[in-house]
């Protein structure tokens, strides 16, 4: 089994739908760090299971400088935003978003 992993860094601002009272209700930004891990049992012609530059612009490329709230028609959680990272780049097993020191949210599939 082959792996690959890329790390992003992005600023993006969301405010997150929440029936309890929290700061996060409110629009803010983070600095996240992201990890994607992709695995395949057999590389392309290229010698390669995704280019590095092909997850950088899926992920970068959408999210970096965003308000992630006008980008997608689910609450922009660390965990939503992982799940949607998956789903979205070819290969991708696991993703890891930092949303702040010592938060980090992580989905496998």
Known sequence: ????????????AHQ??????SKCRHLHGHNWIIYV???AAELNEQGMIVDFK???????GK??????????PFNPTAENLAKWICDTVPYCVKVEIQESEGNVA???K
Do not use: G, P
Not at 16 to 21: K, S
Not at 54 to 60: A, D, F, S, T
Not at 63 to 72: A, G, K, R
């Open 63 to 72: 999210l970096d400088h965003q308000y992630l709230n006008e980008l997608f």
């Open 106 to 108: 992580i989905y496998e």
């Open 16 to 21: 997150l739908h929440l029936d309890y009272e």
């Open 54 to 60: 092909q997850i950088k612009e899926l992920v970068h």
């Open 37 to 39: 891990t992709c695995q």
């Open 1 to 12: 089994m082959f792996t690959v992993r890329k790390r992003l860094e992005i600023s993006a």
